[in-house]
T-cell receptor
Framework: DAGVIQSPRHEVTEMGQEVTLRCKPISGHNSLFWYRQTMMRGLELLIYFNNNVPIDDSGMPEDRFSAKMPNASFSTLKIQPSEPRDSAVYFC???????????FGAGSRLTVL | GENVEQHPSTLSVQEGDSAVIKCTYSDSASNYFPWYKQELGKRPQLIIDIRSNVGEKKDQRIAVTLNKTAKHFSLHITETQPEDSAVYFCAAITRAQKLVFGQGTRLTINP
């Protein structure tokens, strides 16, 4: 298995632009998590899905952030409009819902100028 | 609420010495406690985990202990080596099946 696949690996954009981050979980995993990592706040859970259904989005910072999981093999995290304070590394992770071990993707490093 | 506190935030030890990182959690229903290691520019990777029915687990130079009554758990690294330098995160799974992370400990091994 190729593991959790994220794209893009790096994105630099200007304030106000729309950003879309993508994630393909490990085949067979039915729980998917989006985390944001910054020096100040560490690893923050933004949202997670079970069987493509959003279970808890209490970590989504504000309405500019949205996440979807249209099928078991694909999820997106969208920021519109982006702001400089959104600059961070965004990690996607997946696991089997009945299991505990969480596997991370390589992350998407976002820089908003 | 669901919270995991981790200490210290930075730790520097001499090569060959031991390192200990401590975490406390708030959700009494938590029953799974993993530790992740993150090297610079890389993803967090699981190095060891412990479930609530066990008090201690060891894997070569690393060990984790759990005190459910006090709601704290610790990572112990013995005979530290330069490649142990990284950021280490503890985590706890909540009753809602969320994995909540501590703030991380930056461990530096001095040669």
């Amino acid at each position: 298995d190729a593991g959790v696949i994220q794209s893009p690996r790096h994105e630099v954009t200007e304030m106000g632009q729309e950003v879309t981050l993508r994630c393909k979980p490990i085949s067979g995993h039915n729980s998917l998590f989006w985390y944001r990592q910054t020096m100040m706040r560490g690893l923050e859970l933004l949202i997670y899905f079970n069987n493509n259904v959003p279970i808890d989005d209490s970590g989504m910072p504000e309405d500019r952030f949205s996440a979807k999981m249209p099928n078991a093999s694909f999820s997106t995290l969208k920021i519109q409009p982006s702001e400089p304070r959104d600059s961070a590394v965004y990690f996607c992770a997946s696991k089997l819902s009945g299991a505990n071990v969480l596997t991370f993707g390589a992350g998407s490093r976002l820089t908003v100028l | 609420g669901e919270n995991v506190e981790q200490h210290p935030s930075t730790l520097s030890v001499q090569e060959g010495d031991s390192a200990v990182i401590k975490c406390t959690y708030s959700d009494s229903a938590s029953n799974y406690f993993p530790w992740y290691k993150q090297e610079l520019g890389k993803r967090p990777q699981l190095i060891i985990d412990i479930r609530s029915n066990v008090g201690e687990k060891k894997d070569q130079r690393i060990a984790v202990t759990l005190n459910k009554t006090a709601k704290h758990f610790s990572l112990h690294i013995t005979e530290t080596q330069p490649e142990d330098s990284a950021v280490y995160f503890c985590a706890a799974i909540t009753r809602a099946q969320k994995l909540v992370f501590g703030q991380g400990t930056r461990l530096t091994i001095n040669p």
